[in-house]
């Protein structure tokens, strides 16, 4: 199909319209929107505009034209959904109450009026725990240490350490529930 100067783009268009149908449904492109026929029409507009007779048929160069512009868009559109995505758990974290240690895990999930000034409540779960249990509660959670320090300060080892939180976490969640306090990972 060569480009004939007594026919339109719209008789072109016409002619050819089920080419951006065909592409949209080959690439498995719901456009719920019409985005996509959209685009595709532009990139048909564009492919007439810039059609050279001499380097192969019309219809090709619409096939090729067509595809890569919707290929684009998809691609576009999937890298602003992911850009979206991360702007959106900035803003979580940005908004969360402030529960959490220095790793950005959150530490209670609910926030029922537990406070680091709040002594009497501290004094009770200091109460629950063992006298290791509670160097790592005061120390990791309190403090925000870092478990090599709290090891180097208490002469033990990083996975006593750890092992010492493992079991106030168990003690903690068996007082308040599961759902109270979040596990945390070293």
């Known amino acids: 199909m060569e480009k004939n100067q007594d026919l339109s783009f719209e008789d072109i268009f016409k002619q050819n319209e089920r080419r951006i149908y065909y592409h949209i449904q080959r690439l498995g492109i719901r456009d719920v929107h019409r985005e996509f026929y959209v685009e595709g029409m532009y990139a048909m507009w564009m492919a007439y505009k ?11 160069y619409f096939n090729y034209t067509i595809r890569n512009r919707l290929i684009d868009l998809v691609r576009k559109k999937t890298n ?15 908004g969360s109450s402030g529960n959490s240690y220095g790793g950005g895990k959150l530490l209670v999930t609910e926030g029922e009026g537990i406070e680091l000034a709040d002594d009497a409540h501290w004094q009770e779960i200091k109460g629950m ?34 092992s010492w939180g493992k079991e106030a976490r168990k003690k903690l969640k068996g007082e308040y529930g599961e759902g109270t306090f979040a596990s945390l990972e070293e």
């Open 50 to 60: 810039k059609y050279e007779p001499d380097k192969g048929p019309l219809a090709t």
């Open 80 to 94: 602003d959904g992911q850009r979206d995505e991360k702007v959106q758990q900035a803003h979580l974290l940005e």
């Open 129 to 162: 725990l063992t006298e290791k249990q509670w160097k790592w509660v005061y120390y990791y959670v309190i403090l925000d240490m870092p478990l090599k320090e709290i090891a180097e300060q208490e002469n033990a080892t990083i996975e006593a350490v750890k």
